[in-house]
């Protein structure tokens, strides 16, 4: 099959994307999709919807309209009743450019994309993500650079096409006169893992099998891909806002504590020490609970450096000893971070203490967020002291703290440990959480 402009079934129509073409709007984008034109503007307001008012979530909205000469006849403009279809994809690319933005990062702001076709000739749906993108990626470089942002909330690129199927033949972007005579039409939101966003397709003249969705879903992936192509190059060194990572501080000095962290965080965030962050104060532990103190070190890192904040508060609480060393674990025999003393002083304080001299491990993780309230997730580990230390590996206490294995935390590898450490058992709560977002 001949198709009505020359192209190949997998090729789209020519595009290109002009960024910065409103100079009054905070972001915008003119994408042209062969004969179909889009104008995406990004207007930032420093508000929230009612549904978010008393958070500090951020939201993305859109709207979408065709001007009156796009399509050739006259398209009478939108009134007090707005045009159902209009409305109807004005949704479809709020939830699309939704999913690119971590709203919890955003701050209690909108965002609003208004999407204006200006020629109409397929598309232009498809054409308002990938083009909105482009303009919402612009308005967040301007936050940044203004001061209202610290970071990127752009954790996806997000674009999408339309494929459809023509006298058995699936077909990649169609033009107008194509679209009018599909059996199958279809659209495809993805993100860059080529993860779905939305999908809708429906047969208009008769009902499509698995097989021929295969076929359309791996026509959209190539055309996606190359619009995650345009999108980049038309941002150039804007392009730094697309899939950053949240930056969090691991506010501590206890480097045997920072590398255990991270190994447990994995690649979630960029993860940072206090130094890279700038931080230089001190941090009070005059808590009189390891979750007291876990939030104190966390909030005043945060409040300090403008970053997300991970304190860890942990200790010893020994049964016969009524907690101790509890809070004070640390610096137990005076000085802080002494395993020396600390260990020489809970020995000689257990050494009529007989067997089985049961104890705890606790651990209290606090997240401080700059735009969520801090959250705390606590994990115990229960053991026994043993009477004489046992190991090489692990800190602080480890060599006496035996497990229920049968091994002191010092005898126990990296991975033995860190899977059913107090910390690990903190962390585990904590990663759940953050799934569950």
Request: glycine content about 12%; some cysteine; overall charge negative.
């Amino acid at each position: 099959m001949q198709r009505i402009d020359g192209r190949s079934p997998e090729t789209l129509r020519p595009v290109s994307l002009q960024p910065g073409f409103i100079r009054t709007a905070a972001g915008s984008c003119l994408i042209a999709c062969g004969g179909t034109r889009v104008l995406c503007t990004a207007s930032v307001e420093e508000k929230q919807p009612p549904f978010l008012k008393g958070s500090s979530m951020g939201w993305i909205t859109a709207e979408y309209a065709m001007l009156p000469a796009s399509t050739g006849q006259r398209k009478q403009r939108d009134g007090v009743k707005k045009d159902g279809r209009g409305v109807e994809i004005g949704r479809l690319i709020g939830r699309a450019l939704r999913k690119a933005v971590d709203m919890s990062c955003l701050g209690p702001r909108t965002i609003t994309i208004d999407c204006d076709v200006l020629e109409a000739d397929g598309g232009t749906r498809t054409a308002a993500i990938t083009g909105g993108f482009v303009a919402l990626c612009q308005a967040i470089d301007g936050l940044i650079r203004n001061g209202q942002l610290r970071e990127s909330p752009i954790r996806h690129q997000v674009a999408a096409v339309s494929c459809g199927i023509i006298g058995g033949l699936p077909l990649l972007d169609l033009c107008y006169r194509e679209d009018s005579i599909a059996g199958t039409d279809m659209n495809v939101v993805m993100n860059e893992q080529f993860r779905f966003i939305e999908l809708q397709g429906t047969g208009e003249t008769q009902a499509f099998s698995l097989g021929e969705l295969a076929k359309l879903i791996s026509l959209a992936q190539t055309g996606i891909e190359r619009l995650f192509g345009f999108q980049l190059e038309a941002l150039g060194e804007m392009a730094y806002v697309v899939g950053q990572k949240e930056t969090l501080v691991i506010a501590s000095n206890n480097q045997h504590k920072i590398q255990e962290l991270r190994g447990m965080l994995g690649e979630r965030f960029n993860l940072i020490g206090l130094k890279e962050a700038g931080f230089e104060g001190e941090m009070e532990e005059t808590g009189a609970t390891f979750g007291e103190n876990a939030i104190l070190k966390a909030e005043t890192v945060r409040n300090a450096t403008g970053y997300a904040a991970l304190a860890d508060d942990s200790g010893l609480m020994v049964d016969a000893l009524g907690g101790a060393p509890g809070v004070y674990s640390a610096r137990f025999a005076g000085e802080h971070g002494n395993d020396a003393a600390n260990n020489a002083l809970l020995m000689e304080k257990l050494k009529d203490v007989p067997a089985p001299r049961t104890a705890s491990f606790v651990s209290a993780l606090a997240l401080a967020h700059p735009y969520l309230p801090t959250r705390l997730f606590e994990g115990v580990c229960p053991g026994s002291v043993t009477f004489a230390p046992r190991g090489e590996n692990g800190f602080g206490y480890d060599p006496y703290f035996e497990y229920e294995n049968g091994k002191t935390f010092a005898e126990m590898t990296e991975q033995e440990k860190s899977s059913v450490s107090h910390r690990a058992r903190a962390m585990a709560k904590l990663l759940e959480a953050l799934e569950s977002e």
